[in-house]
Nanobody, 123 residues
Framework: EVRLVESGGGLVQIGESLRLSCAVSRSSFDDYDIGWFRQAPGTEREEVSCINHRDGRTYYTDSVKGRFTVSSDNAKNTVYLQMDSLKVEDMAVYYC????????????????WGKGTLVAVSS
């Protein structure tokens, strides 16, 4: 079983930064790429970013390019999402998920998801 646990969410003001973490069960980390998704109330879940932590390939949705950075610490089995210059429209519950591939078009996601962490941005 793949376990993923998100952390790092919170309340910030417009323009501030947050770093989200996704801790992946040790036995599974090498087998999967990781995608970051978000869902705001009344909207569909959308993919924000993903990373292939073996070759460093990444993907970002257009709305976060230049502001968000995905990275991984393979020694800690953890993937990060650094979010800078946050906007009100970034407010959502953020999830990480295991995927079988991260490409230029995003993740081929599996059924393994974390429970999410809330990011709130105030004006």
């Amino acid at each position: 079983e793949v376990r993923l646990v998100e952390s790092g969410g919170g309340l910030v003001q417009i323009g501030e930064s947050l770093r989200l973490s996704c801790a992946v069960s040790r036995s599974s980390f090498d087998d999967y790429d990781i995608g970051w998704f978000r869902q705001a109330p009344g909207t569909e879940r959308e993919e924000v970013s993903c990373i292939n932590h073996r070759d460093g390939r990444t993907y970002y949705t257009d709305s976060v390019k230049g502001r968000f950075t995905v990275s991984s610490d393979n020694a800690k089995n953890t993937v990060y999402l650094q979010m800078d210059s946050l906007k009100v429209e970034d407010m959502a519950v953020y999830y990480c998920a295991a995927s079988v591939g991260c490409s230029g078009s995003g993740s081929d996601v599996t059924d393994y998801w974390g429970k999410g962490t809330l990011v709130a941005v105030s004006s």
